[in-house]
């Protein structure tokens, strides 16, 4: 064996998807024409399968303030935060972040990725304890990797779990940090935050929340789930990215702890990579103010997640649990039939995610869907009805 060898059997895998045309680096965006729609691999498709949920990713306020930023800072800042990479539009949006929640402490990272890993890594040392719902993002079980803190996984969303769990840590509860996610990024299913934040504050431990998939989506001003359940206060850590309802790349967290501040002297993921280019902090702030003001852009989403969630119900799709702008359409176990399904959606015109196990949580295949405010209900019913079509074709009640 040498040390390549080890790489066959997925090499191995990679050919059989590629025979079957599921490749994921050969479903390529050939030409991207709005918001919801691109050529992919030779078709005009609806997308319904981006991160996209405001459709900022074409805002012109949030392109002028990119090129402003292209033309006068360049195209990128060549260092870390701590070297030459710490602009003051860095710092503008920190604040404009900490801000945004009514919080003393900001902090930007170059990835969410980034931000979780920065997180995890620095927060809970050896001695400590990190508890996160089982259901978690890649990003902080990576995160727990890099930490030397002991990691205990709790059941999806069982508080009970979570209480059982930190009760038998006794005192050590008061060094854990909890982790959990505002709406989870396959299911859409959200965290009970309210019960959450009661059983960590009853043993004195800490949370983080990631709010990826629910910034700019849940909250009357777009904060997440922090937000509608009126938890901000009581919430240690809150993270985000700019990858999706904000339309760019980047991450951040806010807290009430100065321990965030003090981090950007330890962790590894925030000092040793480059900072945001300018062009992505300045949409990225833009794309705030408009987030922060989107009141009629989330009632659009909401009332799209609505139409399309509804419309896969009445064709007799399993979905997730909770209506949300992340619609799981969850298939059976077979992989050839699922993939099959897709792939007539792809070539009628309609882009949604393909996830296998095992990166499903139930060892089911699903068509991960997610809606934007930027569909229209016509685009929604074109979808419906090839959804319709296609089950159909393939011999399936939906
Ligand atoms: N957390 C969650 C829950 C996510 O879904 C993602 C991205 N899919 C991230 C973090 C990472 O965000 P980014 O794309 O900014 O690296």
Request: hydrophobic share 40%.
């Amino acid at each position: 064996m040498n040390l390549l060898d080890k790489f066959r059997p997925l090499q191995e895998t990679r050919n059989q998807l590629k025979a079957l045309g599921a490749d994921p680096f050969n479903v390529v965006v050939e030409k991207i024409l709005s918001p919801t729609e691109a050529i992919v691999n030779g078709h005009r498709v609806i997308l319904a399968g981006t991160n996209n949920y405001l459709g900022l990713t074409f805002h012109p306020e949030c392109i002028e303030a990119a090129v402003r930023a292209l033309r006068e800072e360049g195209c990128g800042t060549t260092g870390s935060r701590m070297a030459n990479g710490n602009y003051a539009d860095h710092q503008a949006l920190e604040r404009e972040f900490a801000e945004f929640y009514g919080l003393p402490y900001g902090v930007v990272f170059s990835a969410g990725y980034l931000a979780n890993l920065a997180l995890l890594s620095t927060l809970p040392g050896a001695d400590d304890v990190i508890l996160i719902d089982a259901d978690c993002h890649a990003s902080i079980y990576d995160g727990c990797k890099m930490s030397a803190a002991e990691v205990i996984r709790f059941r999806h969303n069982d508080v009970a779990d979570l209480d059982k769990r930190l009760r038998r840590l006794k005192d050590r509860a008061r060094r854990a940090l909890v982790v959990v996610e505002g709406i989870y990024s396959m299911f859409g299913d959200r965290a009970p935050l309210r019960e959450i934040v009661e059983v960590k504050d009853r043993y004195g431990a800490f949370l983080m929340v990631d709010e990826a998939h629910s910034l700019g989506v849940l909250g009357e001003q777009g904060r997440g789930l922090v937000e509608a359940e009126g938890v901000i206060e009581r919430t240690d850590f809150i993270v985000g990215t700019f990858s999706k309802s904000l339309g760019a790349i980047g991450g951040y967290c806010v807290s009430p702890h100065q321990a965030l501040d003090t981090l950007r002297y330890a962790a590894r993921p925030y000092i040793f990579t480059a900072s945001s280019s300018p062009a992505q902090i300045a949409s990225t702030r833009v794309a705030l103010h408009l987030l922060r003001d989107g009141r009629e852009l989330r009632r659009r989403l909401w009332d799209n997640a609505e139409r399309f969630y509804d419309g896969l119900k009445a064709l007799g799709c399993t979905l997730g649990p909770q209506l949300s702008p992340v619609v799981p359409v969850i298939l059976s176990e077979d992989r050839g039939d699922s993939l099959a399904l897709w792939k007539a959606l792809l070539e009628r015109g309609v882009y949604v995610n393909l996830v296998m196990p095992p990166a499903t949580p139930d060892h089911r295949c699903l068509l991960r869907c997610s809606m934007s405010a930027a569909h229209t209900p016509a685009q929604i019913d074109r979808l419906l009805d090839t959804f319709a079509q296609v089950f159909a074709a393939h011999g399936l009640t939906a």
